[in-house]
């Protein structure tokens, strides 16, 4: 079993930034392939990003390309989303994953942690 514990959500004037983690607890976390998804308002979960167990492949959704950064540090077993340039659109709950992909799905997920970008 894998617990995932998010942070570093909040409230950020558009164009500001945000770091968000997701510290990782049971079994051979590291192993693990992660990723991001998030929740807008009213709409449906979406992906994000996602990075290989071993961190050296990163995916990002088309809409946060150059903008968001993932990564992770396995000996503190957290993944990490640096979040640059936010739009009010990127309002949303976000939710660390893992075990999985993000064609096939993932298996353990998080709490979520809420974003807010102010126009």
């Known amino acids: 079993q894998v617990q995932l514990v998010e942070s570093g959500g909040g409230l950020v004037q558009a164009g500001g930034s945000l770091r968000l983690s997701c510290a990782a607890s049971g079994r051979t976390s590291s192993r693990y392939n992660m990723g991001w998804f998030r929740r807008p308002p009213g709409k449906e979960r979406t992906f994000v990003a996602s990075?290989?167990?071993?961190?050296?492949?990163?995916t990002n959704a088309d809409s946060v390309k150059g903008r968001f950064t993932v990564s992770r540090d396995n000996a503190k077993n957290t993944m990490y989303l640096q979040m640059n340039s936010l739009k009010p659109e990127d309002t949303a709950v976000y939710y660390c994953?893992?075990?999985?992909?993000?064609?096939?799905?993932?298996?353990?997920w998080g709490q979520g942690t809420q974003v807010t970008v102010s126009s």
């Open positions: 994953a893992a075990s999985g992909t993000p064609t096939t799905g993932y298996r353990y």
């Open positions: 990075i290989t167990a071993s961190g050296d492949t990163t």
